[in-house]
């Protein structure tokens, strides 16, 4: 079955630390997202891309870094510069453009981030 | 600047009854609005997808209306089960964009 598989489920970081995590998909979608849930605040786009090699910030990409090789890779590294990192983590692909066939967006399962 | 309000943001009903939620957008130029369903701790499930050509959507028990002129849509849930019980989200894609915007979602609550 086609999907996304984000890794690890559940990580911790401590201070100073960078962390990575790792989103892959096989639905052979162009695009690909990275939100941050926080309890009361709804979901929030830190970075997406629409092609291999190509990124563009979203609204609170301060503190997170991301790089696309691969068309089915888009991993998030958060940095000792993101003060407040604790949250949940989702990972979207979707086809990029205009399409008929366009069945929106897909999500993993998620990544909990918990400083220590 | 997109703006999407669900209300209201928690609701709870006996097992059996109908329901709607509601989502409201400020840009009526939008190419496409989603519904998806959160459990607990999980990720996003795609529950309907509606393009902006289209009026309504229906999934099963599900039925997803869109009023792009008064910026609207409802999410309609028939015979409510208490597995129906999660947070629903909507979001929309403005024309000319390809992220999605989110609102804050509808904890639903299905007492049996």
């Known amino acids: 079955d086609g999907g996304i598989t984000q890794s690890p489920k559940y990580l911790f970081r401590k201070e100073g630390q960078n962390v990575t995590l790792s989103c892959e998909q096989n639905?052979?979608?162009?695009?690909m997202y990275w939100y941050r849930q926080d309890p009361g605040q709804g979901l929030r786009l830190i970075y997406y891309?629409?092609?291999?090699?190509?990124?563009q910030k979203g609204d609170i990409a301060e503190g997170y870094s991301v790089s696309r090789e691969k068309k089915e890779s888009f991993p998030l590294t958060v940095t000792s510069a993101q003060k407040n990192p604790t949250a949940f983590y989702l990972c979207a692909s979707s086809i990029f453009g205009y399409t008929q066939t366009d069945y929106g967006y897909t999500f993993g399962s998620g990544t909990r981030l918990t400083v220590v | 600047k997109q703006e999407v309000t669900q209300i209201p943001a928690a609701l709870s009903v006996p097992e059996g009854e109908n329901l709607v939620l509601n989502c409201s957008f400020t840009?009526?130029?939008?190419?496409?609005l989603q519904w998806f369903r959160q459990d607990p701790g999980k990720g996003l499930t795609s529950l309907l997808l509606?393009?902006?050509?289209?009026r309504e959507q229906t999934s099963g028990r599900l039925n997803a209306s869109l009023d792009k002129s008064s910026g609207r849509s409802t999410l309609y849930i028939a015979a409510s089960q208490p597995g129906d019980s999660a947070t629903y989200l909507c979001a929309v894609r403005g024309q000319g964009a390809q992220k999605l915007v989110f609102g804050q979602g509808t904890r639903l609550t299905i007492n049996p």
């Open positions: 509606i393009q902006s050509s289209q």
């Open positions: 840009d009526s130029a939008i190419y496409n």
């Open positions: 639905l052979n979608h162009d695009a």
């Open positions: 891309s629409q092609i291999v090699n190509d990124f």
